[in-house]
């Protein structure tokens, strides 16, 4: 088959190819325990609902304009003065099928051939991939202490003539760690000095732990939007529990988003219309399901780090939001991808492997599923690595004996 050397260079989204797998293993009635999702597991909230099915009712379900219906862009201008305490105009705004669409856009939007995109390590799967189609040139940064937080000095000595963007995700998939006022200042103050782009991922900012906020990239701003390269990206996939529906947007200067919208128009045409109205009616409706999520995912973190550090060798580091955990298994498994496998062979347990975020020796654990697929999942775990716990395991009813260490 003759396929093009950019789809040839282009990986499957391993984080939903897991999903897939544990949906098949499932089915065939095994008792697998997905610890590698990405979507938390409550219903959308009720406004959600109520608005796309009245929309579904009229059986009147058209073409939207391309870059979002008005009572959206509304919705997301009225959430941007809430949340980051900025007032944008519809022109600043475009709405797409996911934040994964909307930087999918920007990045055809900014990048000519071989520029190239920075963002710290360990980073989301898609950031590579996305920077590739776009044609463009990935450039993670490790920090060399090995921990989550690469310095404003590694990130800044990574930028050369190429270099297009720079793409902050706080708080981190997989990681979970929330970057400093400081560390966000000195890079918008870095970003806006050199004119270079930084998209700002805020899709897990309101997912944040220990009554700490999220640093407002505007805050540290000078420059006016109409002539900043500041994009901020965000969606109800994660805060709403609404990954289903597909909507998400960007915030930046009216050229942007024009050309943006103008992509979009020939790539797709505007998300679909019962999951705006959706989104209006979650960004608009009763806000209390985001604080019953925060403080069920901060329960949940809570317990798997305690099971996490009863594991003898695990190094794992406090996340400060998200959904995930990524703790470093090096002590049993330098291979992330053989340890996954392992895991997932003996005793059922879906884990996504640091490697496929830039992070070997780690694996991402979520804790967005339910507290019995947190204790029993890590239960596991253990008994599968500890050769000091008990020699046997119940999966359901199949008994498994240890025997492979
Ligand atoms: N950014 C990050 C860091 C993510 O983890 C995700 C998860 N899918 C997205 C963007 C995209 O989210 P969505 O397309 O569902 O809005
Ligand atoms: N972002 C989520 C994850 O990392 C959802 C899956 C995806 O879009 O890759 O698992």
Redesign the pocket.
């Given at each position: 088959m003759s396929l093009s050397q950019l789809a040839k260079s282009i990986n499957e989204s391993p984080?939903l190819k897991l999903n897939e797998t544990a949906a098949l293993l499932r089915e065939k009635g095994e008792p697998v325990i997905h610890l590698g999702g990405?979507?938390p597991k409550s219903k959308a909230p009720i406004d959600a609902i109520i608005n796309c099915t009245s929309l579904l009712n009229t059986g009147e379900v058209r073409y939207t304009p391309p870059d979002g219906i008005p009572a959206l862009k509304k919705s997301v201008i009225r959430y941007t003065e809430e949340h980051y305490h900025k007032v944008v105009t519809a022109d600043n705004v475009l709405c797409?099928?996911?934040?994964?669409?909307?930087?999918m856009v920007l990045l055809h939007a900014i990048l000519d051939p071989k520029e190239e995109v920075i963002f710290p390590a360990p980073y989301?799967?898609?950031?590579p991939e996305m920077v590739k189609l776009a044609g463009g040139v990935p450039v993670p940064v490790t920090a060399e202490d090995g921990t989550f937080y690469p310095s404003v000095k590694e990130i800044t000595d990574a930028v050369g003539s190429y270099t297009k963007a720079i793409i902050l995700?706080s708080p981190?998939?997989p990681s979970g760690a929330m970057y400093s006022r400081d560390f966000v200042a000195e890079i918008v103050d870095f970003c806006e000095k050199k004119s270079i782009y930084l998209i700002m991922?805020d899709?897990?900012n309101r997912l944040v732990f220990e009554g700490k906020n999220a640093p407002i990239c505007y805050d540290f701003a000078r420059t006016p939007l109409e002539q900043s390269k500041l994009v901020v990206?965000?969606?109800?996939?994660?805060m709403y529990a609404m990954?289903g529906f597909?909507?998400?947007w960007a915030v930046a200067n009216s050229e942007l988003t024009e050309a943006m919208g103008n992509i979009q128009s020939q790539q797709t045409s505007g998300p679909a219309a019962p999951s705006q109205w959706a989104a209006v009616g979650a960004l608009n409706g009763v806000q209390s399901s985001v604080e019953a999520l925060r403080m069920t995912l901060e329960n949940n973190r809570n317990v798997m780090l305690e099971r996490l550090e009863a594991i003898p060798g695990v190094k794992v580091t406090k996340p400060e939001g998200?959904f995930y955990c990524f703790p470093d298994f090096s002590a049993y498994m330098k291979d992330s991808q053989k340890l996954a496998n392992f895991l997932l062979q003996k005793v059922r347990v879906v884990s996504v492997p640091g490697k496929e975020f830039g992070f070997e020796g780690h694996l991402r654990l979520s804790y967005c599923g339910t507290m019995k697929d947190i204790t029993e999942g890590l239960e596991r775990i253990q008994w599968a690595l500890d050769p000091n716990s008990a020699n046997e395991l119940y999966l359901g009813d199949r008994k498994l004996v240890r025997d492979w260490l």
């Open positions: 984080t990405g979507e797409s099928g996911g934040a994964k669409q909307a930087l989301w799967v898609s950031y995700n981190n998939n991922d899709i897990y990206i965000n969606g109800v996939s994660k990954t597909r909507i998400g998200t």
